[in-house]
């Protein structure tokens, strides 16, 4: 098992950044790839970001390339995600997620969730 807990989210002002964070505990951090997802009301939870195991690679959605950061700490159990220049069709609800396949971009190849950050972004 795998315990994840987000924490980062708030009220920003369109243009602005915020950084997420998504802390671990459980089984071996470093051993998995991690995802983050978000989900707005009424739509599906999407892709964002993820960063494979060791943190050499990185992916994006279109969306977000260019403004949002995964980055990952192994030592301190954390990853986490940079956003700037926020807009508000980024409110959602932001997840992270952890996976043993790197790079994955579907929510079904994750096999643990955090509980969600609530990002809001006003215009």
């Known amino acids: 098992q795998v315990q994840l807990v987000e924490s980062g989210g708030g009220l920003v002002q369109a243009g602005g950044s915020l950084r997420l964070s998504c802390g671990a505990s459980?089984?071996?951090?470093?051993?998995?790839?991690m995802g983050w997802f978000r989900q707005a009301p009424g739509n599906e939870r999407e892709f964002v970001a993820a960063i494979t195991a060791t943190g050499h690679l990185t992916y994006y959605s279109d969306p977000v390339k260019g403004r949002f950061t995964v980055s990952r700490d192994n030592a301190k159990n954390t990853v986490y995600l940079q956003m700037n220049s926020l807009q508000p069709e980024a409110t959602a609800v932001y997840y992270c997620?952890?996976?043993?396949?790197?790079?994955?971009?579907?929510?079904?190849?994750?096999?643990?969730w955090g509980q969600g950050t609530q990002v809001t972004v006003a215009s």
């Open positions: 997620a952890a996976s043993q396949i790197g790079g994955a971009r579907v929510p079904v190849a994750y096999a643990y």
């Open positions: 459980g089984r071996t951090f470093s051993a998995y790839a």
